[in-house]
T-cell receptor, first 113, second 115 residues
Framework: DSGVTQTPKHLITATGQRVTLRCSPR?????VYWYQQSLDQGLQFLIQ???????AKGNILERFSAQQFPDLHSELNLSSLELGDSALYFC????????????FGPGTRLTVL | AQKVTQAQTEISVVEKEDVTLDCVYE???????LFWYKQPPSGELVFLIR??????QNEISGRYSWNFQKSTSSFNFTITASQVVDSAVYFC????????????FGSGTRLLVRP
């Protein structure tokens, strides 16, 4: 158990809908990262937050947004969902700087029908 | 451009065999970090090891060992006396300043250990 929690574990929804994925980092970690794992794109970095502020952005679609709250938990919002958004979404956290090891949560499997 | 290549898509071995998973990386940074993660069938990503670019010492942890060679830009992972529980997808990843230290993953190697 990495200490990173993600909810829900599974999510099934329809095209055009909006969903929110939640992540709680390990106790004491200030950085949160979101990654998407899909069959065609592999594991890809989406976005990073550090102590409430956006720190780095990757291949995140405009339909996706994220935030990190004062208690350090993070949410990834996915809207206007398309079939291609079906994937495993991971959250990871690290202690302080971006050079620290990232520990991953169990992931949220999103299925868009 | 930064890149991680895991050329072996799938490897199948019989229990107790030794197996080496290859990882080749590309980076222009002089300071970078390399990682291995394991993804068992249950789906989570489990951290195995992290090395920085200034530490080329090989590392051994139980049945696992890692060979880091800057001269060939490789960071290979060997499992000695493999066990069925080692069956998983293994990912090599690179983290560097140029990419804001996000993890750049290889495509993964699926290891199947047969009894």
């Amino acid at each position: 158990d990495s200490g990173v929690t993600q909810t829900p574990k599974h999510l099934i929804t329809a095209t055009g809908q909006r969903v929110t994925l939640r992540c709680s980092p390990r106790s004491g970690d200030l950085s949160v990262y979101w990654y998407q794992q899909s069959l065609d794109q592999g594991l890809q970095f989406l976005i990073q937050y550090y102590n409430g502020e956006e720190r780095a952005k990757g291949n995140i679609l405009e339909r996706f947004s994220a935030q990190q709250f004062p208690d350090l938990h993070s949410e990834l919002n996915l809207s206007s969902l398309e079939l291609g958004d079906s994937a495993l979404y991971f959250c990871a956290s690290s202690a302080r700087t971006s050079t620290d090891t990232q520990y991953f949560g169990p992931g949220t499997r999103l299925t868009v029908l | 451009a930064q890149k991680v290549t895991q050329a072996q898509t799938e490897i199948s071995v019989v229990e107790k065999e030794d197996v080496t998973l290859d990882c080749v990386y590309e980076t222009r940074d002089t300071t970078y970090y390399l990682f291995w993660y394991k993804q068992p069938p249950s789906g989570e990503l489990v951290f195995l090891i992290r090395r920085n670019s200034f530490d080329e010492q090989n590392e051994i942890s139980g049945r696992y060992s890692w060979n880091f060679q800057k001269s060939t830009s490789s960071f290979n992972f060997t499992i000695t006396a493999s066990q069925v529980v080692d069956s998983a997808v293994y990912f090599c990843a690179l983290s560097e300043l140029d990419s804001s230290y996000k993890l750049i993953f290889g495509s993964g190697t699926r290891l199947l250990v047969r009894p």
